[in-house]
C-alpha cells in the first residue's frame, strides 16, 4: 500500500517532469522571443550589442539548458519566475485566472456528468423509446459539432437575439457579485460540458446495459427488489467504473477545452493567460500554466484511481 | 387434498428472431404439491431452464418471451400478475438458486447487505433483517457468519457463495425454491454437500423445492418425482423409484444407461446417446427424439405423442409400450 503510494507519487514527478521539458523544448523552437515580441520588427534595427544586454535582460541569452536547469530549480523552491511582458511574479499572475479557470472546469464537470448519466441512465432503462432516441441524437450532436463552434454560436444568438451577454462588463468574481459570476461562466460551462455530456452518456448507456445482461441482476430481480433499488444498487453501482473513467478522461480533456471557451466567453482564465503568453513569447507563464494544466492531469488521474478502489472491492487486495 | 402449489400449464415460451418466432418449450405441465421435492431433467437446450425462469418472469426479453399457458402459485395466475404483486411473489413466495454462484451475486456488496435486500425487499425491517441474516448464513452451514457476511462475492469460494445463495433464497421463508442447477459449477464434494444441506432444511419446513439438472444422478437420491424434458416438452413424468426401476420412454432408459455406475474395477464402456438434441427450428411434425431413438418406427415421423399414462404414476410420450422395445 504504501509502496504504491510511492511509486505513484515518482510516476506523477516523472510525468510533470517530462511535461516539462517537452514544453521547454517546443517553446524554444518557435521562432522569436521575449525580445521580439516586445519590439516587433524594430528588434532588426538593434545592435549586437543592445541585442546581447536585452537578452541578458530577459533571460533569454544563456544556452537553453542552463536556462531550462535554472527554471526548474526556481520552479521546485516555489518561485515560479516573473513575467517577462508584465515583469509581476507570475505566481501573482496565474491566482486569480485559475480561480476563474477551476470554477469554469467545475460547473461544467457538474453539468457534464448530470446531463451524461441522466440521460445515459434513462436510455438504457427503456432502450429504444424516445427519451433514448433523444439522448443518442444529442449525444451525437455534442461529440460532432466543436466547443468553439457551440461557443461562438451561443454568444451570437445570445448577444444579437436577446441583447444578453454578461461578459459585456468585464468579468466578476463570486465573491463581488454571485449572481453576475454565475451567468458568466454557466454558458461557457454549458459549451464545454455538451461534449462532456456525450462522451459520459454513451459510456453510461453502455455500461448499464451490459450489467443488466448480467446474471446477478437476475438475481436481483429474482429476490423482488423494487424498480429503483435495482437501477442504483445493483445497475448503476456495477456501471460506476466505465463512467468514473470516462468522466476523468473528460475532465483532462476539459482543462484544454477551456483555452478556447475562455477565448469565445471573454474569461480571464488560464486559458486566456496562456494564449497572450505565447504570444508575447512569455516562457516563464508559458511554462508555469501548462505545468498547471499537467499537474491538474495528473491529480485527476490519481482521484480516479482512487475512486476505483472505493467503488470496486476487488481492486484494494493488492 | 389440495391443489399444488404450484402449477404449470401448457407454457410455451420462445425467442423472436427476424424470422419469427421459434418455439423452444412447446406446452409444457407440471405440477408441484405442497412439501414435494421434483427434479426436472434434461439435456442442456431441452428448455427446463426456461420453464423454470419463466415462473418468476426472468427471462432476457427480449429476446425470450412467454408466448402462452399458465404458472399457478396457489391458483393465482403469475403471468398476469401486476408488477407489485410479482415483487412479492419474487424471492417472497418463489425463490430462486441460480447455476453459477460467482457471478449471481453483485460482485461490489457484501454478501451480507445482499440477503438482508432480499429480506428488507419483503417487508422486514432492517434488525430484523440483519439478525435473520446471521441466522440464515449459520442454517446452511457457514462457519462465522458475522465474518461471512461482511465479505465480498470474490472472497468466498464458490461453494461458500451457493450457500450464501441458498442462505438468500431461504432467508424469507419460501413456499417454493426452485434451484437451476445449483451444483454444475461445483465439484464434486461440494455438490454433495448442497444437495445433503437442501435435503436437511427442506425436510424442516413444508416447502416444496424444483431441482432442475442435467444430471440424473443428483436427483436420485434427492427428489421424490423426476420430470424428464425434451426439445421442449415433458416426455416422461414418474415417481423417482419407478423411473429409475422401469423407465417407460426410451429417452429416459437412455439416460440412465449413460450413468457411470458404482461398481469400481469391474468397468464397462458408458453409454452414450448417439446424435444430438434436435435444432428448435426444424423440429418437424413427428416425435422430436426419433432421430436418435432405437425403437422410431414410421408413424414417430408422422406424429407427435402426448404424455400418456402408463401405470403406477408413470406418464410417458411414446408411441410405443416398453415392453415394446426388446426386440
Known amino acids: 500500500m504504501l509502496l504504491g503510494i510511492v511509486r505513484r507519487m515518482l510516476s506523477m514527478a516523472l510525468t510533470l517532469f517530462g511535461v516539462s521539458v517537452v514544453i521547454f523544448v517546443v517553446l524554444r523552437l518557435l521562432p522569436g522571443n521575449a525580445v521580439t515580441a516586445s519590439l516587433g520588427v524594430s528588434a532588426g534595427l538593434l545592435t549586437h550589442a543592445q541585442l546581447a544586454a536585452l537578452n541578458h535582460f530577459y533571460g533569454v541569452g544563456q544556452p537553453a539548458i542552463e536556462q531550462f536547469f535554472s527554471w526548474l530549480g526556481s520552479t521546485l523552491s516555489g518561485n515560479l519566475g516573473v513575467s517577462l511582458a508584465s515583469r509581476e511574479p507570475v505566481s501573482t499572475l496565474v491566482g486569480q485566472p485559475l480561480l476563474v479557470t477551476l470554477e469554469l472546469a467545475a460547473v461544467a464537470m457538474v453539468l457534464g456528468v448530470l446531463i451524461g448519466v441522466g440521460f445515459g441512465m434513462v436510455g438504457a432503462i427503456r432502450p429504444g423509446r424516445w427519451p433514448d432516441d433523444v439522448g443518442q441524437g444529442v449525444s451525437v450532436v455534442g461529440l460532432a459539432i466543436p466547443s468553439f463552434v457551440i461557443g461562438t454560436g451561443l454568444v451570437t444568438f445570445l448577444s444579437s437575439t436577446f441583447h444578453y451577454f454578461p461578459s459585456s462588463q468585464g468579468y466578476v468574481s463570486f465573491l463581488q457579485d454571485p449572481w453576475l459570476n454565475l451567468q458568466q461562466i454557466f454558458f461557457p460551462a454549458l459549451t464545454l460540458s455538451l461534449g462532456i455530456g456525450a462522451a459520459i452518456m454513451r459510456t453510461t448507456r453502455a455500461a448499464v446495459l451490459e450489467v443488466s445482461g448480467l446474471n446477478f441482476t437476475r438475481t436481483a430481480r429474482g429476490k423482488g427488489v423494487s424498480t429503483q433499488a435495482l437501477v442504483w444498487r445493483h445497475l448503476f453501482l456495477n456501471a460506476l467504473v466505465p463512467i468514473v473513467t470516462m468522466s476523468g478522461i473528460q475532465l483532462g480533456y476539459l482543462l484544454g477545452g477551456t483555452v478556447i471557451v475562455e477565448q469565445i466567453f471573454v474569461l480571464p482564465g488560464l486559458g486566456r493567460l496562456l494564449v497572450s503568453s505565447i504570444n508575447n513569447r512569455d516562457f516563464p507563464v508559458v511554462q508555469s500554466v501548462t505545468l498547471i494544466f499537467a499537474t491538474g492531469f495528473v491529480v485527476v488521474n490519481m482521484l480516479v484511481d482512487v475512486l476505483y478502489t472505493i467503488i470496486d472491492p476487488r481492486t484494494r487486495s493488492r | ?327
Not at chain 2, 405442497?34 to 423454470?52: D, H, I, P, Q, Y
Not at chain 2, 462457519?143 to 472472497?155: L, V
Not at chain 2, 444441506?197 to 424444483?210: C, D, E, K, P
Not at chain 2, 415417481?239 to 468397468?267: C, Q, V
Request: net charge neutral; proline share 7%.
Open chain 2, 1 to 327: 387434498m389440495s391443489g399444488p402449489v404450484l402449477s404449470i400449464r401448457g407454457l410455451r415460451v420462445g425467442i423472436r428472431g427476424r424470422r419469427g418466432v421459434e418455439e423452444i418449450v412447446r406446452g409444457v405441465d407440471l405440477d408441484v404439491a405442497s412439501a414435494e421435492k421434483v427434479g426436472v431433467v434434461g439435456e442442456s437446450g431441452s428448455g427446463k431452464t426456461l420453464t423454470m425462469l419463466s415462473v418468476l418472469q426472468l427471462l432476457p426479453s427480449p429476446p425470450l418471451a412467454v408466448l402462452g399457458g399458465r404458472v399457478l402459485l396457489d391458483g393465482e395466475d403469475l403471468l398476469t400478475a401486476d408488477a407489485r404483486r410479482l415483487r412479492e411473489v419474487r424471492g417472497g413466495e418463489v425463490a430462486m438458486v441460480y447455476q453459477d454462484p460467482m457471478s449471481s451475486l453483485n460482485p461490489l456488496t457484501r454478501v451480507g447487505r445482499q440477503i438482508v435486500e432480499a429480506l428488507r425487499a419483503h417487508g422486514t425491517g432492517d434488525k430484523v433483517a440483519r439478525a435473520r441474516t446471521r441466522e440464515v448464513l449459520g442454517e446452511v452451514g457457514l462457519p462465522h457468519p458475522d465474518r461471512i457476511e461482511r465479505a465480498f462475492p470474490h472472497e468466498l469460494s464458490g461453494g461458500m457463495l451457493q450457500r450464501v445463495m441458498i442462505a438468500m433464497a431461504l432467508a424469507t421463508s419460501p413456499k417454493v425454491l426452485v434451484a437451476d442447477e445449483p451444483t454444475t459449477a461445483l465439484d464434486v464434494t461440494i455438490q454433495q454437500q448442497i444437495l445433503e444441506l437442501v435435503s436437511r432444511l427442506q425436510a424442516s419446513t413444508s416447502m416444496s423445492v424444483v431441482w432442475v439438472t442435467h444430471d440424473l444422478g443428483v436427483v436420485a437420491q434427492l427428489v421424490d418425482r423426476v420430470v424428464v424434458m425434451y426439445a421442449g416438452r415433458v416426455v416422461e413424468r414418474a415417481p423417482t423409484h419407478r423411473l429409475f426401476a422401469a423407465p417407460t420412454h426410451p429417452y429416459t432408459a437412455a439416460l440412465l444407461a449413460s450413468l457411470p455406475g458404482p461398481e469400481i474395477g469391474h468397468r464397462r464402456p458408458l453409454h452414450q446417446i448417439g446424435g444430438t438434441p434436435p435444432d428448435p427450428s426444424r423440429l418437424g411434425a413427428g416425435c422430436p427424439f426419433r432421430a436418435r431413438c432405437p425403437y422410431a418406427e414410421q408413424r414417430c415421423a408422422e406424429h407427435e405423442p402426448e404424455l400418456e399414462e402408463r401405470g403406477a404414476g408413470s406418464f410417458a410420450a411414446c408411441w410405443k409400450d416398453p415392453g415394446a422395445w426388446a426386440r
